[in-house]
């Protein structure tokens, strides 16, 4: 498949790079996700402290029952939008990921092409019909391997926007619920 040693030796040190990038985004990845973590878990018992700082404050019970019912809703939306958040991490090294195959995969069909071209070249006489099939059948995979490609990232932006679309109604309805019962506990 290869024609030259410096050849082959360029290809290794190419998808030996290829591993490295790959390393290196996931790690970034992991190390986001961490970050992340730690924020979330600093902000929570920040939170909790001042909570229970209020918490000690409440005069009776129907401080204490509208008290409960205001710490639930914050919470649903934080744990939403942490979600999204890891959602994103995730999304973003996976992306990365797809368009390190990709490129890994761009890479051999073309190095499957030259080897093509080259067994073309020494071929001997009486044998283009076979070449020509040959030829034939890389084109009809490279095209197939395009089209599920194609669908595939469709896909995913679909199932992307669908998510975030979701999450979006799933924000408007916390703080519309929210708005509502800040009017119920005004009016009452």
Same mark, same amino acid.
């Given at each position: 498949?290869? =024609?030259?040693?410096?050849?082959? #030796?360029?290809?290794? *040190?190419?998808?030996?790079?290829?591993?490295?990038?790959?390393?290196?985004?996931?790690? &970034?990845?992991? @190390? *986001?996700?961490?970050?992340?973590?730690?924020?979330?878990?600093?902000?929570?018992? $920040?939170? &909790? !402290?001042?909570?229970?700082?209020?918490?000690?404050?409440?005069?009776?019970?129907? @401080?204490?029952?509208?008290?409960?019912? &205001?710490?639930?809703?914050?919470?649903?939306?934080?744990? #939403?939008?942490?979600?999204?958040?890891?959602?994103?991490?995730?999304?973003?090294?996976?992306?990365?990921?797809?368009?390190?195959? $990709?490129?890994?995969?761009?890479?051999?069909?073309?190095?499957?092409?030259?080897?093509?071209?080259?067994?073309?070249?020494?071929?001997?006489?009486? +044998?283009?019909?076979?070449?020509?099939?040959?030829?034939?059948? #890389?084109?009809?995979? /490279?095209?197939?391997?395009?089209?599920? /490609?194609?669908?595939?990232?469709?896909?995913?932006?679909?199932?992307? !926007?669908?998510?975030? =679309?979701?999450?979006? &109604?799933?924000?408007?309805? =916390? =703080?519309? !619920?929210? /708005?509502?019962? +800040?009017?119920? /506990?005004?009016?009452?």
């Amino acid at each position: 498949m290869f =024609a030259t040693p410096e050849r082959a #030796l360029a290809t290794q *040190k190419a998808a030996f790079e290829t591993l490295l990038t790959a390393q290196n985004t996931a790690f &970034a990845g992991f @190390e *986001k996700l961490v970050d992340l973590h730690l924020k979330v878990t600093k902000a929570t018992f $920040e939170e &909790a !402290s001042l909570k229970a700082q209020e918490a000690f404050t409440l005069k009776d019970g129907q @401080e204490a029952l509208a008290f409960v019912s &205001a710490l639930a809703q914050p919470s649903a939306e934080k744990a #939403l939008a942490y979600g999204k958040h890891v959602y994103d991490i995730v999304a973003g090294v996976q992306s990365e990921f797809a368009r390190l195959g $990709e490129a890994q995969i761009a890479e051999q069909q073309r190095q499957l092409s030259e080897a093509v071209e080259q067994l073309a070249k020494n071929a001997p006489a009486g +044998s283009e019909s076979a070449l020509a099939l040959l030829k034939s059948s #890389l084109a009809t995979a /490279t095209s197939a391997y395009e089209s599920v /490609t194609k669908a595939a990232k469709q896909a995913a932006d679909l199932a992307e !926007s669908n998510l975030n =679309a979701a999450a979006n &109604a799933t924000f408007k309805a =916390a =703080a519309d !619920s929210r /708005t509502a019962r +800040s009017r119920k /506990t005004a009016a009452a």
